[in-house]
């Protein structure tokens, strides 16, 4: 069998940095049989850095190479797609005693809730400008207190700064900073705070410490009927090119498990849980937003469902999640078969 990181090695000092930055580090380049692994497995990789990979790598190793990365858009040759964060999310939940609620028994979500959605946000930071822009809505239509919502980093002039790149594409008009008193008086703390190294239980909510992003207290679904998810990336990030970007998070399957749910996110992430069995609760929400391409268009017409839904009376709630439950059990049960691997 060939060394093939002995063969690496003879890259030039400046493919070889460029190959640790596209794959996040050394570390991630390992030989496994007759294969040199680029194992980028837990972030997106859009095409053009795909091909950045490929021109350099093909001079020295033919086909003896394979790349593994979770942009679920991009499956070239030599690649493989991996949908890790399910993988991530599904080794947690089953070893965890933080999730010692699932399945679900229907007996226990019966009472009527206080909230209509829960809204968990992490940083608003960087490129989590949609995050910013859902907050201003929610404050724009007075319904912020019909949702349990939580925001661990507030905006930077980074925030504000990317969204004006973006506004300047689609002109929306809109003064974003109308709100900054809000945004300044956060973070907005639930049950976690931002620890030094873990997550900080703060009111003794988990069995065991928090890890990031991955848990949520059982109190919190019995507070609110539905779930408003902002993923990672809402918008095509400046380095992405030709659309090509689309992964899925935490976030995302954390909602699959334990509520309905409408997600901001790239477009056709419904159709990618659709695929693989998820009830996407088609006739609760108006789901057509997942089919818009347009960024601007996308993000108002889920603004614009979410304050349908915050408009229906308490009955009328109540009723739709009943209607629900079975389902929600149904995507657990689903969620639990692909063992791991999806």
């Not at 019966?110 to 829960?118: D, G, T």
Request: proline share 3%; charged share 25%; hydrophobic share 35%.
């Amino acid at each position: 069998m060939d060394n093939l990181m002995e063969k690496f090695s003879l890259l030039t000092q400046d493919e070889k940095q460029k190959i640790y930055n596209l794959v996040h580090g050394e570390i991630n380049i390992y030989q496994e049989n007759d294969l040199l692994i680029l194992d980028n497995h837990s972030e997106p990789m859009d095409e053009h850095e795909y091909l950045q990979v490929k021109n350099i790598i093909s001079k020295y190793f033919d086909d003896k190479w394979l790349l593994i990365h979770c942009n679920l858009h991009c499956d070239f040759p030599n690649t493989r797609v991996w949908d890790s964060q399910y993988t991530r999310t599904h080794h947690h939940i089953t070893n965890s005693n933080n999730w010692n609620f699932i399945p679900f028994k229907v007996d226990d979500l019966k009472n009527k809730r206080e909230k209509v959605f829960l809204f968990y946000n992490g940083s608003c930071g960087d490129r989590a400008v949609h995050r910013l822009m859902s907050f201003h809505y929610l404050l724009e239509y007075d319904i912020l207190n019909k949702t349990l919502y939580s925001m661990l980093e507030k905006p930077t002039q980074i925030t504000y700064d990317n969204l004006n790149q973006y506004d300047s594409f689609f002109n929306s008009g809109v003064d974003w900073k109308k709100h900054e008193d809000f945004f300044e008086q956060g973070p907005y703390l639930l049950d976690i705070d931002l620890g030094e190294n873990d997550f900080i239980d703060l009111n003794n909510s988990y069995s065991s410490t928090p890890v990031n992003s991955l848990d949520l207290p059982l109190s919190h679904i019995k507070q609110t009927y539905f779930n408003l998810v902002t993923e990672s990336f809402f918008f095509e990030p400046y380095w992405c090119q030709n659309k090509s970007l689309f992964d899925i998070s935490e976030k995302t399957y954390k909602a699959v498990l334990t509520q309905p749910f409408i997600i901001m996110a790239r477009p056709g992430i419904l159709k990618y849980l659709r695929g693989k069995g998820f009830d996407t609760f088609d006739d609760v929400f108006d789901n057509s937003y997942d089919e818009i391409e347009n960024d601007w268009e996308r993000f108002q017409a889920i603004m614009k469902e979410v304050k349908r839904v915050c408009d229906l009376k308490q009955e009328t709630l109540h009723e739709l999640y009943l209607n629900c439950v079975d389902r929600i059990i149904y995507n657990q049960q689903k969620f639990l078969s692909y063992e791991g691997k999806i």
